[in-house]
């Protein structure tokens, strides 16, 4: 207490020193060589304006100087036993993903809140050898420009880019830029189950089969130069997470129209090219959410 007071004491000593010499500097001013009495009165207003402006200043200074002393004695004497306050510390503290990860949940995933944030924190995985993580990249959901409906950057993942396209939603239409590519979309089922009225028609047959599974996760393949009829499917649920994007492709489901057929179909040349031709580019990626 003692140590406390001696600092108090300390500063007041100095405003009021300081506030002494500046009396003692105003009555030992020299007269002013100028006879003008008005000259005079006009530069003694001026003089008085200044010191008194300058003491104002040391008051302020010292008041925070004191009220600072004060805060930190009692905030140590505290030490930080508000309940309230350490709630408002650890908030300050929270990183930035914890922000991001309260985004607001479009119109259309309402209902199936806990699949869309599940989903739009995942993320796509390329890994070139499985039995390292030498050159894995990872390209989150939440990175697109729209999470639903957005399309992968593959020009970091090798020459991924020349023979694969992925993206997340479903395909409205054929895209030119992918005459020479697989496609792959990866999409929750309730934003194609939402859309079958407008511009997911064409996907109707294949959410017929998969109503129970609205909740899930779908995984689309077809050929960049097919029309929208064609497709080879697959349902997930947690265990999309579990093997490459190849491995999952070695259990899918065609469209029912072509699983008897015996002729030579969209669906099976697509099986063939990608068998033959692209296992290796496939497999280096798996799509992984986020619990």
């Not at 779908?218 to 499917?233: E, H, R």
């Amino acid at each position: 207490m003692m140590n406390k007071e001696a600092k108090y004491l300390s500063v007041v000593a100095t405003l009021l020193m300081s506030t002494s010499l500046v009396a003692m500097r105003s009555s030992e001013m020299d007269p002013d060589p100028n006879p003008n009495p008005r000259y005079q009165s006009v530069k003694y207003e001026q003089f008085v304006t200044s010191n008194e402006k300058a003491r104002h200043q040391e008051e302020e200074a010292f008041r925070a100087a004191l009220q600072e002393m004060k805060t930190k004695e009692q905030r140590k004497a505290q030490k930080l036993t508000d309940p309230g306050e350490k709630d408002e510390l650890n908030t300050l503290e929270k990183p930035l993903s914890f922000i991001k990860k309260d985004k607001l949940i479009p119109e259309i995933a309402k209902g199936y809140e806990d699949v869309y944030r599940m989903f739009i924190n995942g993320k796509l995985i390329y890994k070139p050898d499985p039995n390292s993580d030498k050159g894995k990249i990872e390209l989150p959901v939440r990175d697109l420009k729209d999470p639903l409906e957005g399309t992968f950057n593959l020009s970091r993942c090798g020459d991924s880019e020349k023979y694969l396209s992925i993206a997340t939603g479903y395909r409205k239409k054929k895209n030119e830029k992918n005459a020479d590519k697989i496609e792959i979309w990866i999409t929750p089922l309730f934003f194609i189950d939402k859309n079958l009225q407008t511009t997911a028609g064409h996907l109707k047959e294949i959410m017929e089969v998969c109503s129970n599974d609205v909740a899930s996760i779908g995984v689309f393949w077809t050929l960049g130069i097919y029309d929208n009829d064609y497709y080879n499917y697959l349902i997930c649920n947690d265990d999309i997470s579990s093997d490459n994007l190849y491995k999952k492709y070695e259990n899918h489901k065609s469209p029912s129209y072509e699983v008897y057929s015996i002729y030579i179909t969209p669906t099976k040349v697509l099986s063939e090219i990608l068998e033959r031709h692209h296992k290796q580019h496939i497999s280096c990626f798996r799509f992984e959410l986020k619990k």
